[in-house]
């Protein structure tokens, strides 16, 4: 029997790194984790990477063709190089793509992680045969990848648009991209529990199931959430028309407390377009959606693009 062609795959946050081993059919074979320790520097990051998945290769064979990366962004992926991120400190400009290449002498290929999130669910995922399709991913932040008839869609110079920091209340929030009331600042997991200032409250989780056993204050800060999140999907529906959106992230897995709201907003205001025909569902990726994404972003570079 031939052996199975497996991508490695290695998904980047700010808190810790995630590498795998995936197959041709977006099975998750092998796992490691490592704390992304970013005050040491890229170059440790990368000799961590390496030893791991050689160590993740043990567990289910050592037929490699490739390695796809999924970073939290922004990154530039026509050159493999990392970008600006305060959390990162020092990595700007560091070639992570030639570095892994050089190492495992295989092609690598890396996008910023919703984009990476995004093909993932086009190619095993919520996205499956949809030909315009919209991935947003709420939890710390908003975060979105688009792709038309399979291929990512990209700015200029490749670069990965920012929706999640389209504005919906200039009078909001100020925000780190410069803008007052993006999506982020006004919908994410972190804006509600701002917006909530209440110290027995630190993430969004604990609000929902909060909201969900009669918090009152819980129950207004998930009904302004869903408002904003409403409004900001509504947005998007107006302005792309996508067959599938589908929504993942940390605070989705509470995706009951909003649902109404969202499809109500979209009802009201997206009037103009055949909003009944975009189909909202929920991301079926989960927690693997960063490595199972990384794992597509290879695949989408050298076997579709
Ligand atoms: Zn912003």
């Known amino acids: 029997m031939a052996a199975v062609n497996l991508i490695g795959a290695v998904d980047i946050g700010g808190t810790k790194i995630a590498i795998g081993v995936v197959d041709h059919n977006g099975k998750l074979l092998a796992r490691r984790e490592m704390p992304t320790q ?49 959390f990162l400190p020092g990595w700007e400009g560091f070639k992570i793509v030639r570095e892994l290449s050089n190492a495992f002498d295989l092609p690598v290929a890396m996008e910023n ?18 030909k315009r399709f919209l991935y947003v991913t709420i939890s710390t932040g908003i975060g979105t990848g688009f792709v038309i008839d399979g291929k990512l869609y990209r700015g200029v110079n490749g670069s990965h648009p920012e929706m999640g920091h389209h504005i919906i209340d200039p009078s909001g929030p100020a925000c780190s991209c410069g803008g007052s009331g993006c999506w982020e600042s006004l919908a994410s997991g972190p804006a509600m529990v701002q917006w909530l200032n209440d110290s027995r409250f630190t993430s969004a989780q604990e609000i929902c199931t909060a909201a969900e056993q009669g918090h009152e ?35 989705m897995q509470s ?49 579709r693009e």
């Open 38 to 86: 970013a005050d040491l520097g890229p170059q440790n990051a990368v000799s961590r990477i390496n030893l791991a998945l050689h160590d993740a290769l043990k567990e289910c064979g050592e037929n490699l063709i490739g390695i796809g990366i999924g970073s939290t962004g922004p990154v530039y992926p026509m050159t493999g190089e990392i970008g600006k991120l305060d």
């Open 113 to 130: 992680d919703a984009d990476a999130a995004a093909l993932g669910e086009v190619i095993w995922g919520a996205g499956q045969g949809a």
């Open 217 to 251: 204050r819980a129950r207004q800060a998930v009904e302004r959430t869903g408002h904003y999140l409403g409004i900001g999907l509504a947005n998007l529906v107006t302005l792309l028309v996508p067959d599938v959106i589908a929504l993942g992230g940390g605070v």
């Open 255 to 303: 995706r009951h407390l909003f649902w109404e709201q969202i499809h109500t907003s979209i009802k009201k205001v997206c009037g103009y377009v055949p909003h009944q025909e975009v189909q909202i569902v929920p991301a079926l990726l989960g927690y693997q959606a960063g490595l199972i994404g990384a794992a597509c972003v290879w695949l989408h570079r050298y076997s």
